[in-house]
């Protein structure tokens, strides 16, 4: 009988303090998966990233930096664009594209008549929308890269297929980082 009582009573308790251990369970799980998903997606803006872009078989290097504030995305893929300097990018191009861009670049004055001649062409080349801080509508000559690679100390972080916005203007004043990386490349 007083067997039967403490198992009544263990039984009622177990029934309704289930959902103490379980809960702790549940809130050291959920720490444990934002520390692993916050060491595997670092996203730090301080950080310089080491980016291989490579494009109808050519290749460069440069380095990078993540930017969570680089909102631009392709309507071809649906994807973030990463933002590369004219400087570093020419390695990416052949001569007849080179002299297509560098025009571009120099007229985005006359940008509607330019943007109908670049894509008219047919070499690849598309034309990218944007606005920024001190800039209402600007335009920006885009390609598709075959792939973007970034890495983390020879870790690779990231590798897809992307659109590369191609800028005129320096992305840093001490030359730490050629490119910004979109908001979604670790995604």
């Known amino acids: 009988m ?10 009622s308790s177990f029934l309704t303090d289930w959902w103490v251990p379980l809960s702790g369970f549940c809130i050291l799980t959920g720490c444990m998966l934002i520390y692993i998903m916050l060491r595997r ?25 993540y930017d969570s504030g680089n909102l631009l995305v392709s309507q ?6 990463t933002v590369l300097e004219w400087e570093k990018g020419k390695g990416l191009f052949g ?3 080179k002299e297509m861009i560098e025009k571009y ?11 109908k001649a670049v894509e008219m062409s047919g070499c690849g ?9 001190g800039k ?11 792939n973007i690679t970034v890495r983390k100390a020879g870790e690779v972080l990231a590798a897809k297929k992307g659109m590369i916005g191609i800028s005129a ?19």
């Open 95 to 97: 001569q007849k594209e």
């Open 105 to 115: 670049l120099q007229d985005v004055s006359d940008s509607a008549s330019l943007i």
């Open 76 to 81: 071809i893929t649906g994807s973030g664009i």
């Open 136 to 146: 209402k509508q600007g335009y920006m000559p885009g390609i598709m890269a075959d």
């Open 2 to 11: 007083l067997l039967q009582k403490k198992l009544s009573r263990l039984r």
């Open 41 to 65: 997606n670092p996203r730090s803006r301080k950080e310089i990233y080491e980016v291989e872009i490579c494009r109808k078989g050519k290749r460069i290097c440069c380095p990078a930096i």
């Open 169 to 187: 203007e320096k992305m840093s004043k001490d030359e730490k980082f050629s490119a910004l990386l979109p908001e979604d490349i670790f995604s």
């Open 125 to 133: 080349i598309y034309s990218i929308s944007y606005c920024s801080v």
